[in-house]
């Protein structure tokens, strides 16, 4: 049994598997609808910059699905982009309603950060919503600080830009933990 320091021993760890998916797979399909449905309840149109499945398919993007036993829960994409200097730009990430909380998006933005680790990109960018509290305390306690609009966003007060050095190859990075059943 894992303890952590600050709550105690842990009980009914899930074991997750991250692994690269193709966005148009069947299930990855509805967890893109899913996500979609869920910016369009909270942002309007011009306020929701999300990449279709052609878009994730392209060979500048790697799209990760995060897997408990065989059910695929949760996904997350990264752009390698050179619009505005030589970054990887989060996309995507989303977990099903039921397994929010047990640390699915860590655990998927720790593989989008080693993915670009690997292939030398040395800065993530994202954008994301004002209306998602959950999602902006995540980006802050993964070390994401806020900035200007990137590449070819524009200013939008529903928008929050954020963005991380990356550990060079040889370099350090920190784990994620492991992911715990709720």
């Known amino acids: 049994m894992k303890v952590n320091r ?15 998916v193709d966005p148009a797979c069947e299930a990855a399909r509805s967890l ?10 909270l942002y309007p149109p011009e306020s929701n910059h999300l990449e279709s499945v052609e878009a994730l398919r392209l060979p500048n993007v790697a799209f990760f699905g995060g897997y408990i036993g ?20 989060i996309k995507r990430v989303f ?7 047990k640390g699915l998006s860590k655990a998927i933005m720790a593989r989008l950060e080693r993915h670009l680790k690997e292939s030398n990109v040395a ?3 994202l954008e994301t919503g004002i209306r998602q509290p959950e999602a902006l305390g995540l980006y802050r306690r993964l070390d994401y600080v806020f900035r200007e609009p990137f590449g070819s966003y524009r200013h939008d007060p529903l928008s929050v830009f954020m ?3 990356i550990a060079r190859m040889g370099e350090s990075m920190t784990a994620p933990e492991e992911v715990v059943q709720r």
Do not use: F
């Open 32 to 41: 893109i609808e899913q996500s979609d449905r869920y910016m369009e309840s």
């Open 123 to 125: 800065i993530a960018r």
């Open 70 to 89: 065989s059910e695929l829960v949760a996904c997350g994409a990264v752009k390698i982009a050179d619009d505005d200097g030589c970054y990887g730009e």
């Open 6 to 20: 600050r709550t105690g021993p842990r009980h009914n760890v899930t074991p997750v598997g991250i692994e690269r």
């Open 95 to 101: 977990v099903v309603e039921a397994h929010r909380g």
């Open 163 to 165: 963005e991380k050095p």
